[in-house]
């Protein structure tokens, strides 16, 4: 053996492991979420993840007159929808450096003019727009200046209302006609690895009937050899003669098999629900704080075989979907979440209470009575993401703060906020966030009175 090699393996022979996580239980209640999803459709691409074929991604236009109809889903929009996006460029093989273009086509088959309204409008790259960095696991975040990865920056955005000035307030379409709704590179030349993503998410609303399709397409060659993005009427052809991209994810679990390791897949189609409103009450028509050393937590998030014991699943069911892609959108990327909390303390005694955004292991029954942790929590990421919170403070002055959080597996996290409720005290919190890609589900808010 080289005396290098022999030196690095002595090294770290003698080199002590680091030290196991250890398991912490937190007995207590999970509750189901009161409230429910909307019925507002989202346009969900998100499948494949990874593209290296180009051809459709997500296409809800009728498949009368294609090419391959099974490539198309037949769902028309109308009104209010929303529109997520979420895709991955990689060089294949690695010297095919070609950028490829996301394109999103919005198609007005009526006899009318119909404009689609822009209302919010985010997209970025993870290179160079908001690589993936270490931050602290919490951080005020006022400007939205802190993110890690596009889609915590996308929702940053979305979550302050916010449209980037690259569209317009609506697009106009004529009868009969197309336009394009995005046409934006994913670039990978410049990078090592050659591999880059991008998030988008838009909230639109229209006063006709539209279909909409996303596609993947390397960029064209102009006579010099440099690249163009692809145009209209490219991206129509594609449209018409294309099967679906590839490669294909992972094929999913069937909903009804419950045992053996299940398989969630990536989501292609379209969703029923884009924000989740709840008022947070017990019987008394108020949240009654939990008795001093108590806490109990709502959950956030859950999805098949990740109940966390209250057997609500939260997925936005698919009205229409790839046979080959996810049964349901679990996770619920871009949905929002808008919770009001109307904390009562009915004791005789100030209380302290304090609210909590929690990553607890994830498990469908609690097999603990409780909630577990980790201490030190695992490696892996499981959120990274902005939250909002509205409430009055202990002095009566209203706050509204952007809290940036990144969470590993079985994180306990620091108190959002911490309230001193005197006697028999109403107080309201208002918090807000959309749950980003790049997030593992599910997740708990937790309210805890202090001992």
Known sequence: MHILAMLSTLWL???????????????????????????????????????????ILLSTFPPTGRNIPSAHLNFPFQGRFDLFAHHIAKADPPENLRTLYLGVIVHNPTRQTVTVDILQAASYLSQPDAPFIQLPPQQENPTGSIYAGPGDRVMNDILRGQRQSEWPAQLVIGAGESQMLINHPIPVSTLTPPLNGRSTFMRLRSTGTVYLASMGMFARLNPDGSERPPNLQEWQQLLQTSDVAGPRDKIPTPPEQTTGPIIYSRVAGVQRGSVWRAQLTDSTGNLSIPEPGQAFSYALSTLLRGRMGTNQNQSAPLLVRYPDTAYEAHGNYGVQYSLTLPLLNPTTRTQTVRLAFQTAIKEDQLSKNGLRFLEPPGPQTFFRGTVRLRYNDDQGRPQTRYIHLVQRRGQQSEPLVELAMTPASRRLVQIDFLYPPDATPPQVLTINTQP
């Open 13 to 55: 022979s003698q080199t002590p492991p680091p030290p196991q996580p250890q398991e912490i239980v937190v007995p207590q209640q999970v509750r189901p979420l009161p409230g429910q999803l909307d019925t507002v459709p989202m346009f969900n691409s998100n499948s494949p993840e990874v593209v290296q074929k180009e051809g």
